[in-house]
């Protein structure tokens, strides 16, 4: 997984399309990776979550690439499915929710001992709490660079609630996560 990210980053590396909002958009990458680094010894997560990991950082590496406003597959959607924009930053955001909820229930469960029957919603709760603060620290990055790259950084395509959308899609993305937890018949896998 990290030959793979390690992969990812140096191709996305190559020509991204706005190369001070791909440095800006990589830092979550990079305190992320970093603090999993860090903590692995003291908290291993499960392959599951390390995979979960793996996919949603993937994805936002893409964004990152190419500013999730002018992702191409976000582009053929909205052609596709008759979108008034690029939809590829909310695909991200409601991943965020369904990919991280899991390894959030896993770190209240084993390192906050939290019991099983509080986990499901104090995950959906957590990545409620992130999302918000996500769009915060967004908010006032953006207002700290110039303009242009503000405007990028954000990404807002001109909808004045672009920042409760993500954050409501990434709750909606954790719920259902948690609910296919919660009722998977694979028990021994959750």
């Given at each position: ?14 020509a991204p399309r706005y190369p001070r909002d791909w ?58 499915l008759g979108l008034s924009r690029n939809h590829y ?102």
């Amino acid at each position: 997984m990290v030959l793979w990210l390690a992969a990812l980053w140096v191709f996305t590396a190559i020509a991204p399309r706005y190369p001070r909002d791909w440095l800006l958009e990589n830092l979550l990458v990079f305190a992320a990776c970093g603090l999993l680094a860090l903590t692995y010894r003291r908290f291993a997560f499960s392959n599951l979550s390390y995979g979960l990991f793996t996919v949603f950082l993937s994805l936002h590496l893409v964004g990152a690439h190419y500013t999730y406003a002018e992702v191409p597959l976000g582009f053929w959607l909205q052609r596709a499915l008759g979108l008034s924009r690029n939809h590829y930053d909310r695909i991200v955001h409601f991943a965020f929710g369904l990919l991280l909820a899991y390894p959030l229930r896993e770190l209240l469960l084993r390192g906050g001992g939290l019991r099983r029957s509080w986990s499901y919603g104090m995950a959906v709760v957590t990545v409620a709490g992130l999302s918000g603060g996500y769009e915060v620290i967004e908010a006032v990055a953006a207002m700290l660079v110039e303009p242009q790259l503000g405007v990028a950084y954000l990404g807002t395509q001109g909808d004045m609630w672009d920042a409760q959308k993500d954050s409501l899609l990434a709750i909606f993305g954790a719920a259902l996560a948690m609910l296919c937890v919660r009722f998977c018949p694979w028990k021994r896998f959750v």
